[in-house]
């Protein structure tokens, strides 16, 4: 069961994940950026093709969807675990994003960590990966055809205009 939103990112119920993919339903991301301990690099990774949505795209976000009754930082933390390998750390939120990108909408709750152990993938969602230096990252994003998922392309740029 996964947490449903509304508009204005107030949870209003909980409903199958199937059911919030097949209705377009607001839901909620809880998304960490995976930068070097230095913070010159970003961990880049790529999804697998049997994702539910953007299979084989690439993202630099490591997350996924909060789920019914979770907060979306302990997301945040759970995602990067299963999905990176990445545990002990304590992620940095940054911002809240609401994003609509029919049938795709969600409030992204974007978080950030500093890291420079081990990369261990899942391999259920993660095809493969690796560290790329935010003019690397800017470069690639600036070609329209390199498949990059979309939300974490909104997300990329608004924490890039923190920067």
């Not at 107030?10 to 998304?31: I, K, Q």
């Not at 230095?38 to 990774?45: K, Q, S, W």
């Not at 992204?108 to 960590?113: R, Y």
């Not at 600036?142 to 990329?156: K, L, N, Y």
Request: hydrophobic letters at 40%; proline letters at 6%.
């Amino acid at each position: 069961m996964v947490a449903i939103y509304d508009s204005t990112g107030v949870v209003v119920d909980a409903r199958p994940r199937d059911v919030m993919r097949a209705e377009g339903l607001w839901h909620a991301s809880g998304s960490v950026l995976v930068r070097s301990g230095d913070g010159e690099r970003i961990y880049v990774h790529q999804r697998t093709s049997d994702k539910d949505i953007y299979p084989g795209m690439h993202d630099c976000w490591a997350g996924g969807v909060v789920a019914a009754g979770e907060d979306p930082t302990d997301c945040a933390v759970r995602e990067l675990a299963e999905e990176l390998g990445v545990t002990g750390v304590t992620p940095r939120r940054l911002f809240t994003s609401r994003i609509e990108l029919p049938p795709l909408r969600l409030h992204m709750f974007a978080h950030e960590v500093r890291w420079d152990g081990p990369i261990v993938h899942q391999e259920s969602e993660i095809a493969g990966g690796g560290w790329l230096t935010l003019a690397e990252l800017v470069s690639k994003l600036g070609d329209p055809d390199w498949p990059f998922v979309p939300d974490g392309r909104i997300g990329f740029t608004m924490w890039l205009r923190m920067q």
